[in-house]
């Protein structure tokens, strides 16, 4: 007895759909994983090259787990390619799900399929379409977002809505804990999605008309440290680009620091500083707990986890043992 029907328990359909898989991200693994282990076959799981794969953040191998349910990987650069739209005319899918995948699919690469592709954009649409809704939402300090799983078309964002769930963002998450979340998500919407599917359904509803501006893409320059901003900003920004992907960071006596981990002070204007400078050392017992006082616009927040361009991690008692007192954080 199972907690919901394999394919071949599905009535009627055996053979019949031809499905594939398209991603790289560690946000698709997950899904992956419960499609291939719940008995739906997949007839292709397509990924990127691993030099592509390895210039990305959050890029995963999908290689062990599709050797270890012995389904086809085929490595791309780009599916716009010819190649890549070859390689889809000669697998004859019906579906495609597109799930942690960065390159926007173009028509010629999207009429491939028979019936369709869907991916998974992380918010509510029609909110926060583009680039990097997490990261984002968390930049901006929203207590909310979402997944949307959808029918792809040539709209930024814009398909046929199939199913959605709202995700809700604390102050202790980072992006790895929010796109844990929604890769969560994506597995309970995607394995309600098949079965019905696999029935002969194609479910989807138009997007109601938002007229908002389409999120921006960012890029690891983006993520320079602004320290006039206050406090609970920068806390909000440095845990919104943090692992996996390249982090917020900033510049002390010309060296660039990344800062991966940070903590907020429920502080306004109590204390008085230059922005960017060192307070001094946070002493505690538990190591995890050490760090760097840095002031801000506004207020302050406490320096956890910070790495140099040339790999030296710092945090602890490593990090409150600097003899940094005084010293200013700038932009370059």
């Known amino acids: 007895m199972t907690d919901s029907p394999t394919f071949h328990e599905t009535a009627g359909v055996n053979g019949r759909f031809r499905i594939g898989w398209l991603g790289f991200h560690v946000e698709g693994l997950p899904t992956l994983e419960a499609v291939l282990a719940s008995g739906y076959p997949l007839k292709a799981v397509i990924t990127l090259h691993d030099e592509e794969r390895n210039r990305r953040s ?107 769930m709202p995700i809700p963002i604390s102050e202790f998450d980072t992006c790895a804990t929010v796109y844990g979340k929604v890769a969560a998500s994506n597995r309970e919407m995607i394995l309600k999605l098949i079965p019905r599917l696999l029935s002969g359904e194609v479910p989807g509803a138009p997007q109601p008309v938002l007229y908002e501006q389409i999120l921006p893409r960012r890029r690891p320059a983006d993520g320079l440290i602004e320290w006039p901003r206050k406090g609970a900003e920068i806390y909000n920004f440095i845990r919104a680009l943090t692992r996996p992907y390249p982090g917020a960071f900033t510049f002390l006596d010309g060296k660039r620091w990344t800062v991966w981990q940070a903590a907020r002070l429920p502080l306004a204007n109590l204390l008085t500083s230059q922005v960017g400078e060192i307070i001094g050392p946070v002493i505690s017992p538990l190591e995890e707990a050490c760090g760097l006082l840095v002031g801000c616009g506004a207020g302050a927040i406490i320096l956890l986890e910070i790495e140099s361009e040339g790999g030296e991690l710092l945090n602890g008692k490593d990090l409150a043992n600097l003899p940094w007192l005084g010293k200013v954080f700038s932009n370059a």
């Open 58 to 164: 959050g890029g995963m191998d999908y290689g062990p787990i599709c050797e270890r349910f012995g389904t086809p990987v085929y490595k791309i650069r780009n599916i716009n390619d010819q190649s890549s739209i070859e390689l889809l005319a000669s697998l004859n899918l019906d579906f495609l799900f597109v799930i942690g995948w960065s390159q926007i699919v173009k028509r010629e690469a999207l009429s491939s399929v028979r019936i369709g592709m869907i991916g998974a954009h992380a918010s509510m649409l029609p909110k926060n379409k583009g680039s990097a809704p997490i990261n984002w939402a968390l930049i901006k300090g929203d207590t909310e977002a979402g997944n949307t799983l959808l029918w792809l078309d040539e709209g930024v964002d814009a398909g046929r809505i199939i199913d959605q």
